[in-house]
């Protein structure tokens, strides 16, 4: 026998499929503005439950991030709980470091945040609005456009809801998108990299204080495999390993305690010593996948719309994927508000606004997972970077470098890409043009000695 809620069947409620940052987010601004949101998460209370580690890579909230929450009144409140991080700190194989500032000034930095923490925040929040409403252990089981109904599961009995318009806020698998799109002219593309990851913890010191630098990301990059460490408020870090699925030193082929010392011993030399724990820390926490996805389109007339990973999965490796979902938040509520909450036409001007920037993004982090693995030590690299701070600074408002807007502004991603090229183009004619090369050896000497 079904269970149905029968208070939604006059449709005068907003449903969220997923409560995880993207929906959570969303339900809270919506909230804010006064309408009624019930909020469906397949997964129990996380109020309620002792949170697992090793299921999720710490985010680094950048400027995008930082708009959502300011959008909702959170951003201070979030960044008294995060780490600053004002640079990377790159490890050679031989345990020698560099550091590279993320931007020129203190502004331009990153923040450290555990997304477990994160949530919880935000899903206390919008319980502080009465006209919120969350429904954990609800799995969205299928959806019937024409009706305008969604069936979901909960406790072994059937929860039939019928929503004024619905948010599929699901994440990259999600079952509202695939409903959504069921019998449609809809376009999908998945891609999984052939890298999974592996979350680790390196412990404080026992005084209390972090074992490496705590304010700035730490990479240790190898062309095989690849480290990357997020600091947390405790001095401890989360370390996150890159490794191939399979093949050589793989997670296929690393299975005993010995090989995985063996392991970090091979491509991590200098961090193998400050895992005593490694061993058990490998085999209790799980290997995690990493896949891009694009999709289109993301909305279905005036009654569903997709929001965040739904629509635009992306690899870790621009540390976007929460920014881009918060700013996917702002683009609804904008186009909403200018719209009149007219659903129909403000669902089309946000997908209008965001896709093209959202698959530039996708092919951006593909290009940063190579950078990381194998050129944040090239001298050409290097060089390259000190350029671009160079003239930023002396063209603030005209010369950006990539990261700078991809990281520390609200440039729609394409935009940016487009301006990096443009200036590539510019550098590379005058690399090759006349006195080029002289410029270069000025800049390089000017640089160097810095």
Same mark, same amino acid.
């Given at each position: ?191 999984? !990299?052939?890298?999974?990851?592996? @979350?680790?913890?390196? +412990? =404080?010191? &026992? ?5 490496? /630098? $705590? ?116 683009? !609804?509520?904008?186009?909403?508000? @200018?719209?009149?909450? +007219? =659903?129909? &036409? ?5 997908? /209008? $606004? ?97």
């Amino acid at each position: 026998m079904s269970a149905l809620h029968q208070e939604k069947q006059n449709g005068a409620r907003i449903a969220i499929v997923g409560g995880g940052l993207a929906g959570s987010l969303l339900a809270l601004a919506l909230a804010q503005k006064g309408h009624a949101v019930d909020v469906y998460e397949r997964r129990p209370d996380p109020r309620r439950q002792e949170l697992a580690a090793g299921r999720s890579i710490n985010l680094g909230l950048s400027k995008r991030g930082m708009q959502g929450l300011a959008m909702v009144g959170l951003l201070e409140t979030v960044l008294q709980k995060a780490v600053v991080m004002s640079g990377r700190v790159i490890h050679a194989p031989d345990g020698a470091t560099r550091y590279q500032p993320y931007g020129k000034n203190s502004n331009e930095v990153l923040h450290s945040i555990d997304r477990n923490e994160l949530n919880l925040l935000l899903l206390e929040k919008a319980l502080e609005h009465p006209n919120l409403r969350l429904f954990f252990e609800h799995k969205l089981e299928r959806v019937d456009k024409a009706r305008q109904t969604l069936y979901f599961e909960h406790a072994g009995k059937q929860v039939v809801v019928q929503p004024l318009w619905v948010v599929g806020a699901d994440g990259a698998f999600s079952t509202m998108r695939r409903e959504l799109q069921y019998g449609e002219r809809a376009d999908f593309h998945q891609e999984y !990299l052939e890298w999974g990851y592996k @979350e680790l913890t390196l +412990a =404080a010191k &026992p005084d209390g204080t972090s074992v490496i /630098e $705590k304010t700035a990301l730490h990479v240790w990059p190898r062309s095989h495999c690849l480290f990357v460490s997020h600091p947390n408020r405790d001095s401890s870090h989360t370390l996150t390993l890159f490794l191939p699925h399979e093949g050589k030193d793989s997670f296929a082929t690393v299975q005993t305690r010995e090989d995985v010392a063996q392991l970090v011993q091979k491509y991590f030399p200098d961090l193998a010593p400050m895992l005593p724990n490694l061993q058990e820390q490998w085999m209790q926490h799980p290997t995690g996948a990493l896949l891009t996805i694009r999709s289109a389109p993301w909305r279905y007339g005036d009654w569903a719309v997709l929001v965040g990973d739904a629509c635009h999965a992306v690899y870790p490796f621009f540390g976007q994927g929460m920014n881009s979902a918060f700013e996917d938040c702002c683009t !609804l509520m904008q186009t909403l508000q @200018e719209h009149g909450f +007219a =659903a129909a &036409p403000a669902f089309a001007a946000y997908e /209008e $606004k965001r896709r093209r920037h959202t698959d530039a993004l996708c092919e951006l982090s593909k290009r940063n997972f190579i950078e990381l693995r194998q050129t944040v030590q090239s001298p050409w690299f290097l060089l390259r970077k000190k350029v671009d701070l160079l003239l930023n600074r002396i063209m603030p408002s005209s010369w950006l470098p990539l990261y700078t807007m991809i990281a520390h502004t609200t440039m729609p991603y394409a935009d940016a890409w487009d301006k990096a090229k443009r200036q590539d183009r510019l550098l590379n004619a005058t690399a090759i043009g006349l006195g080029g090369i002289g410029l270069w050896l000025t800049l390089y000497l000017t640089l160097g000695a810095r």
